[in-house]
């Protein structure tokens, strides 16, 4: 049920952002991470996970205000959410992270990105936009502890944060540009709580059960 709610309003978010209704994605975004969460609850997911999540949904009530002050707040509750994130791939995950070759490809990625976006960027903003680049790129490279699903959820967690840091940068930017920060965020979000879930990203029997004893009871 709810990963069938998340799902739901994601692509509601979607179709508003493309047809330009802003007032729609307003209402709808604040909904997504608190409907995942759920979801990572049903499941019987690690607390640890809803904090991330929730870190996630504090993050993007603080953006959908344009101020440089809140922006830099909700960088810092997305930069915690990924510290979670990290302490989750050392606890779930069953190998290491993928190979070097990886892990050269993410720095210099790293490395490329922040130094082009460094002239463009509001001198206050560079720190802080740098900082938080590295503890990213170091979340999208541990995610491929958890297997291909999990790796390609912190990929595109590293790419919708890019592209938001190149609009800060007034970079050019596609046609509808949250559009595809918003499609990569959830995506990334999803999958990285999928590969957390593991066998759990179906509810349990158990948990089913006692929640239709509880309808039950409730009539």
Do not use: N
């Amino acid at each position: 049920m709810w990963r069938a709610a998340f799902l739901g309003v994601c692509a509601a978010d979607l179709v508003a952002l493309l047809v330009g209704a802003e007032g729609a994605h307003i209402v709808l975004k604040p909904l997504l991470m608190p409907l995942l969460a759920a979801y990572v609850i049903a499941c019987r997911g690690p607390r640890l996970l809803c904090a991330a999540l929730l870190l996630g949904w504090c993050g993007d009530v603080l953006l959908l205000f344009d101020q440089d002050t809140v922006f830099l707040a909700g960088m810092g509750a997305f930069a915690v959410g990924h510290v979670c994130y990290l302490v989750l791939f050392k606890r779930h995950g069953t190998a290491r992270a993928r190979s070097a070759l990886l892990g050269a490809a993410y720095g210099v990625a790293l490395v490329v990105t922040v130094a082009s976006l460094w002239p463009d960027l509001p001198a206050d903003m560079r720190g802080p936009v740098a900082a938080y680049s590295v503890l990213l790129t170091c979340m999208a490279f541990a995610s491929s502890r958890l297997g291909t699903a999990a790796g390609i959820g912190g990929a595109l967690f590293l790419l919708s944060d890019s592209l938001i840091a190149m609009g800060v940068a007034d970079w050019p930017a596609l046609p509808r540009p949250d559009f595809w920060v918003m499609g990569t965020y959830v995506a990334a979000q999803y999958l990285l709580a999928r590969g957390v879930l593991g066998e759990r990203a179906v509810p349990s029997q158990a948990y089913r059960e006692r929640r239709a004893a509880t309808r039950r009871t409730a009539h």
